[in-house]
Each structure stands twice: as structure tokens, then as C-alpha cells.
């Protein structure tokens, strides 16, 4: 168990509907990253916010938005979704210094039907 | 474009025998790579390499860096069937952010 929780796990929804990830990082871990992982793409970066500040952006979509609020829980945010979009979602911490391995949770399977 | 590639894609072996995995990458501002194993949910930490030739070991598992050649490896001696998995291999490549860059990943068989 990394101690990062993430829900729901599994999620299936419509093409054009909005979902919302949630993330729970390890206890004392400022920075939380999220992740999408497809077949053809594999891990790809999609967002870092460390302490409810945004630190560092990948692809991300313009139809994706993400937060982390005071309490450092974060959420993703995907709006009109396109069949595309099915995919893992992983959320991971971080102490959040840059010499600090990234812990994951066990991710969201989203399916757009 | 940063990049990080691994080899082979994928692997099958038999109980017993010793397997090496392959990472190379190019990513500006290098800071660290880092080993996963992938199961059927989250990539677990296996471990995170800054400096050259300095082997981390656990158990039977052992990796090295080398940053002259932009390159790790990942060894797994006398392994089991509990060792297949998808081991990822990623690089830190800025000094501002954790940002990750992914390889492929390389899918491990074992054979009992």
C-alpha cells in the first residue's frame, strides 16, 4: 500500500459528460502529480501542483482541469469527454523536493462508452 | 524532445534464470532516473539512481546508471513467477518540478 488513495476506481460515463478524480496523497507529501496511462501512449504527465500551487504542466487537454485544495487532496477534473479518454488516471506523491521518488495510487479506469 | 526508451518490450523467461532490462534516455537537465514495477494496479518504487556506477540493491534485484552513455539497467537474479510484472523505467529531467518522463515499459513473463 503506497498510501495514496484515489477514487473512485473504476468509472463509466457517457462521450460529452464531466467526471471528477479524487486523490489522496501520503501523509506529508506537498506535491501530487497526475497521470494518464493508455495503451498506445503509456505514462504520460499531466499535471504537478505542490502545496495548491500549480508547478509544472504536461498534455494536458484543455477539457482537463485540475486543483489541490488546503487539505493537499487533489482533483481531476475531464469535461466533454471523448472516446479517447478512456483510459488509467494515476494519481502520485511527493515530499515534493525534486530528490524524492513519486508514490502512486492505484488508479482510475475510466470508460467512455 | 525529451525521451526515454526501453528494451526489449517485452521478455519471457523460465524460474530461475537472471534477466536484464535496458533504459536509455535523453532528457535535458538530467537529475534522476527511476525503476517501477507495474502489477495489475499502481507502479510500486523499485528505485531512484543520481549518480553514476553506484549499484542500489534490494534483495535480488540490483540497478546502475551511467550518465556518460545516458543509459541503466535493471538486473533481477534468480527470478520468480512473482517477479512478472511491467517494469517502468522513467527520468526526472528538471530541477523546478517532479516531472516524469515514461518509457514503454518492459513486460516481464516467468515461466515456472
Known amino acids: 500500500d503506497s498510501g495514496v488513495t484515489q477514487t473512485p476506481k473504476h468509472l463509466i460515463t457517457a462521450t460529452g459528460q464531466r467526471v471528477t478524480l479524487r486523490c489522496s496523497p501520503r501523509?506529508?507529501?506537498?506535491?501530487v502529480y497526475w497521470y494518464q496511462q493508455s495503451l498506445d501512449q503509456g505514462l504520460q504527465f499531466l499535471i504537478q501542483?505542490?502545496?495548491?500551487?500549480?508547478?509544472a504542466k504536461g498534455n494536458i487537454l484543455e477539457r482537463f482541469s485540475a486543483q489541490q485544495f488546503p487539505d493537499l487532496h487533489s482533483e481531476l477534473n475531464l469535461s466533454s469527454l471523448e472516446l479517447g479518454d478512456s483510459a488509467l488516471y494515476f494519481c502520485?506523491?511527493?515530499?515534493?523536493?525534486?530528490?524524492?521518488?513519486?508514490?502512486f495510487g492505484d488508479g482510475t479506469r475510466l470508460s467512455i462508452l | 524532445e525529451d525521451k526515454v526508451v526501453q528494451s526489449p518490450l517485452s521478455l519471457v523467461v523460465h524460474e530461475g534464470d537472471t534477466v536484464t532490462l535496458n533504459c536509455s534516455y535523453e532528457?535535458?537537465?538530467?537529475?534522476?532516473l527511476l525503476w517501477y514495477k507495474q502489477e495489475k494496479k499502481a507502479p510500486t518504487f523499485l528505485f531512484m539512481l543520481?549518480?553514476?556506477?553506484i549499484e542500489k540493491k534490494s534483495g535480488r534485484l540490483s540497478s546502475i546508471l551511467d550518465k556518460k552513455e545516458l543509459f541503466s539497467i535493471l538486473n533481477i537474479t534468480a527470478t520468480q513467477t512473482g517477479d512478472s510484472a511491467i517494469y517502468l523505467c522513467?527520468?526526472?529531467?528538471?530541477?523546478?518540478?517532479?516531472?516524469?518522463?515514461f518509457g514503454q515499459g518492459t513486460t516481464l513473463q516467468v515461466k515456472p
Open positions: 501542483y505542490y502545496n495548491g500551487e500549480e508547478r
Open positions: 532528457v535535458t537537465n538530467f537529475r534522476s
Open positions: 502520485a506523491s511527493s515530499g515534493g523536493g525534486s530528490g524524492q521518488p513519486q508514490h
Open positions: 501523509s506529508g507529501d506537498l506535491s
Open positions: 543520481t549518480s553514476s556506477g
Open positions: 522513467a527520468a526526472h529531467g528538471s530541477s523546478n518540478t517532479g516531472k516524469l518522463i
